[in-house]
């Protein structure tokens, strides 16, 4: 049976397709196995596409652990999708979603060594390095009225 952590990311995903569904947007998820890019959005001219890495936590956290990787990914059509889903026990609220161009992602990483094994560390970016792009949509269709 799957664990709590890959129905999250799972429910995250499908969450997050949805939103440039719903601006008629082209979405598809990627295989699993896919490196960093979980969705795959295009206009429907496509004349303009997107990579999108989707980062989940299922409550209500202050940061979004992402690869080390992170650091060098920057693509002004890659784009993350920071997702709170905001779960707690018996009751839930709407997702908090945060459409972060991936430059800015790059750029506000913070890194910590592992408590445990000195040779890990955690990569983050902190909500309130991010907190600007809370809901930000336009980023895609901005994107979409410069390519016309």
Same mark, same amino acid.
């Given at each position: 049976? %799957?664990? &709590?952590?890959l129905?999250?990311?799972?429910? &995250?995903?499908?969450?997050?397709?949805? /939103?440039?569904?719903?601006?008629k947007?082209?979405?598809?998820?990627?295989?699993?196995? #896919?490196? &960093?890019?979980?969705?795959?959005?295009? =206009?429907?001219?496509?004349? !303009? #596409?997107?990579?999108? /890495?989707?980062?989940?936590?299922?409550?209500?956290?202050?940061?979004?652990?992402?690869g080390?990787h992170?650091?060098?990914?920057?693509? =002004?059509?890659?784009?993350?999708?920071?997702?709170?889903?905001?779960?707690?026990? !018996? !009751?839930?609220?709407?997702?908090?979603?945060?459409?972060?161009p991936? /430059?800015v992602? #790059?750029?506000?990483?913070?890194?910590? %060594?592992?408590?445990?094994?000195?040779?890990?560390?955690?990569?983050?970016?902190? !909500?309130?390095?991010?907190?600007?792009?809370k809901?930000?949509?336009?980023?895609?269709?901005a994107?979409?009225?410069?390519?016309?």
């Amino acid at each position: 049976m %799957p664990d &709590g952590k890959l129905i999250s990311g799972m429910q &995250g995903v499908f969450l997050v397709a949805a /939103e440039p569904a719903k601006r008629k947007l082209i979405v598809a998820p990627t295989s699993r196995s #896919a490196f &960093g890019a979980d969705l795959l959005a295009t =206009d429907q001219t496509h004349k !303009r #596409a997107w990579s999108v /890495e989707v980062k989940t936590n299922a409550g209500n956290a202050s940061f979004w652990l992402v690869g080390k990787h992170a650091f060098e990914m920057k693509s =002004d059509s890659y784009v993350y999708v920071l997702e709170n889903l905001r779960q707690a026990k !018996r !009751r839930q609220t709407e997702p908090q979603f945060y459409v972060v161009p991936s /430059e800015v992602v #790059a750029s506000h990483i913070h890194t910590n %060594p592992s408590k445990t094994n000195p040779d890990t560390a955690f990569h983050q970016i902190n !909500r309130c390095n991010v907190e600007k792009f809370k809901d930000n949509w336009a980023l895609f269709t901005a994107s979409m009225s410069a390519a016309a």
